[in-house]
T-cell receptor, first 113, second 113 residues
Framework: ETGVTQSPTHLIKTRGQQVTLRCSSQ?????VSWYQQALGQGPQFIFQ???????GRGNFPPRFSGLQFPNYSSELNVNALELDDSALYLC????????????FGEGSWLTVV | SQQGEEDPQALSIQEGENATMNCSYK?????LQWYRQNSGRGLVHLIL?????REKHSGRLRVTLDTSKKSSSLLITASRAADTASYFC?????????????FGQGTTLQVKP
């Protein structure tokens, strides 16, 4: 049990639709990151939020966006869904931006049809 | 981009044997973290080893880090069927204030009863 909770656990969307995934960070953690894991691959960094500001971004297009709230929970939004967006989306939290253990949630499985 | 490369990609052993997984990376790192992932589920943090450390232990796990060779290894002693999972190394590099992890493709471990 990592204390990082994500919802929903599974969802199916149609190409072109929009999706919002949610994450509650571990108590005391002010930094949240999102990762995308395609089947059979390692997770890929999408972006990181620290104190409600985006603090770094991986190689993902602008249709991937996020928010972090005052309680440090976070949302990942993906617009104009494509078939290749089908993946496990992992939320991770940590105390501070760098140098500390990063804890992951169970993930949200997104299937785009 | 994948920074870490795990070796072997797949490993099958008998219960009670030791399992060794290796990880190589390309750039200077802040720390390296090992994770376990059961099929279709989230990442479970195993060990964090910092760039100025050479070896760490946690229960049946032993991690080494050789920054001169840019490599790390994870040893699981006296393996159990419950250790069957995918194992990932992830490196955190200095990138401004962003503590993003870069993962390899993982090693799939099967422990036969």
């Amino acid at each position: 049990e990592t204390g990082v909770t994500q919802s929903p656990t599974h969802l199916i969307k149609t190409r072109g639709q929009q999706v919002t995934l949610r994450c509650s960070s571990q108590s005391g953690h002010n930094t949240v990151s999102w990762y995308q894991q395609a089947l059979g691959q390692g997770p890929q960094f999408i972006f990181q939020y620290y104190r409600e500001e985006e603090n770094g971004r991986g190689n993902f297009p602008p249709r991937f966006s996020g928010l972090q709230f005052p309680n440090y929970s976070s949302e990942l939004n993906v617009n104009a869904l494509e078939l290749d967006d089908s993946a496990l989306y992992l939320c991770a939290s940590s105390r501070g931006q760098t140098g500390n253990t990063i804890y992951f949630g169970e993930g949200s499985w997104l299937t785009v049809v | 981009s994948q920074q870490g490369e795990e070796d072997p990609q797949a490993l099958s052993i008998q219960e009670g044997e030791n399992a060794t997984m290796n990880c190589s990376y390309k750039t200077s790192i802040n720390n390296l973290q090992w994770y376990r992932q059961n099929s279709g589920r989230g990442l479970v943090h195993l060990i964090l080893i910092r760039s100025n450390e050479r070896e760490k232990h946690s229960g049946r796990l032993r991690v080494t880090l050789d920054t001169s060779k840019k490599s790390s290894s994870l040893l699981i002693t006296a393996s159990r069927a419950a250790d069957t999972a995918s194992y990932f190394c992830a490196t955190e590099s200095f990138s401004g204030n962003t503590g993003k992890l870069i993962f390899g493709q993982g090693t799939t471990l099967q422990v036969k009863p």
